[in-house]
């Protein structure tokens, strides 16, 4: 597992994004791979995931009622290992950042039913129009996405914006006009620009909706 101490080098992260994905990436700031994670591996995430979330601690920095956290993944179990160097993720990671980069947090999420609406953000800092993207963010579903059970929202096109998202459209009650609910099965991986307004929102359905972080930030 590459740590803060291991970069990948910007040239080592494989070359696999075709001319449309790599367009769509810089346009919309993300792309949605599917089946990435095959049955046995999922099966074998879910359960480590569970494991990890026993054993805790259950919460990370992040204080959200209503939504199980765990930090640390890498740390717990080698199932994760892969999380952290698809090919097809890294390649999109050095599409974004241009320059090498390293894992700077894995960990797990679960909004539990009635909770989990998060105010839209970003993953760092606000960048002038200048200066290069800093972070990536992937996230990898480990049960569907539907439109009701706190699937990710998005902006799409908003790492583009070089002015800070308004107080208001912060606000966990607000939708953006441009929002997109990203729906998709289990075992796809959303991978965006860190840059792009997104969050979390309410699960609404009685469904679990557990997800692995994984962020890559530029050294
Ligand atoms: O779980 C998600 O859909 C996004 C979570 C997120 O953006 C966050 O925890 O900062």
Not at 116 to 143: A, K, M, N
């Amino acid at each position: 597992m590459k740590s803060t101490a291991e970069p990948f080098p910007a040239g080592e992260c494989g070359s696999d994004l075709n001319e449309r994905e790599k367009n769509a990436l810089d346009r919309d700031g993300y792309l949605v791979f599917r089946d990435v994670i095959g049955p046995q591996w999922l099966e074998n995430l879910r359960a480590a995931f569970e494991r990890a979330m026993r054993e805790g601690p259950q919460t990370s920095d992040k204080k959200e009622t209503g939504t199980r956290h765990v930090a640390n993944l890498a740390s717990k179990d080698p199932v994760f290992e892969g999380v952290c160097t698809s090919p097809k993720v890294l390649a999109t990671a050095r599409q974004i950042l241009k320059r090498p980069f390293r894992v700077s947090q894995l960990s797990g999420r679960d909004p539990l039913p009635g909770f989990g609406q998060q105010g839209l953000h970003i993953d760092w800092y606000q960048r002038s129009g200048s200066e290069p993207f800093s972070i990536v963010t992937t996230i990898w579903l480990l049960d569907d996405f539907t439109e009701r059970n706190g699937a990710t929202r998005l902006v799409p096109g908003s790492h583009l914006v070089p002015t800070p998202l308004p107080k208001s459209m912060q606000e966990p009650a607000n939708r953006h006009p441009n929002q997109k609910i990203i729906t998709a099965s289990a075992g796809s991986v959303l991978v965006f620009n860190g840059h792009v307004y997104h969050s979390g929102t309410r699960n609404d359905s009685n469904a679990p909706r557990r997800v692995l972080q994984c962020l890559f930030l530029a050294n």
